[in-house]
């Protein structure tokens, strides 16, 4: 089993950065790889980025590249995701997972390919 923690997320306004924190324990030791994910209301879940334990490759979607960074401390078992210049379409509530095993980088952009799951934090960007 791995335990995701989340933290991070609140009200900023447009244009303005924050930084979510997904600290993993558990088997953490063995995670192949940590994304973060999104849902708005109303809307399905989307992939948002997602970091390799070990080699360290990010994926990113087309939506938040160049604004947003995904990097991983290894002792501190934790992920994290600098997100700046957002946007008032960032606002969903953001969530990490883990995937234990080797996925091709198509697999790592879907939900479905994600094992263990945190609980979720709002992020809201004001106009």
């Known amino acids: 089993q791995v335990q995701l923690v989340e933290s991070g997320g609140g009200l900023v306004q447009a244009g303005g950065s924050l930084r979510l924190s997904c600290e993993a324990s558990g088997r953490s030791f063995s995670t192949y790889a940590v994304g973060w994910f999104r849902q708005a209301p109303g809307k399905e879940r989307e992939f948002v980025a997602t970091?390799?334990?070990?080699?360290?490759?990010?994926y990113y979607a087309d939506s938040v590249k160049g604004r947003f960074t995904i990097s991983r401390d290894n002792a501190k078992n934790t992920v994290y995701l600098q997100m700046n210049s957002l946007k008032p379409e960032d606002t969903a509530v953001y969530s990490c997972?883990?995937?234990?095993?080797?996925?091709?980088?198509?697999?790592?952009?879907?939900?479905?390919?994600?094992?263990?799951w945190g609980q979720g934090t709002q992020v809201t960007v004001s106009s």
């Open positions: 970091v390799t334990w070990g080699v360290g490759s990010t």
């Open positions: 997972a883990a995937v234990l095993f080797l996925q091709g980088p198509g697999a790592l952009t879907k939900s479905a390919s994600y094992g263990f």
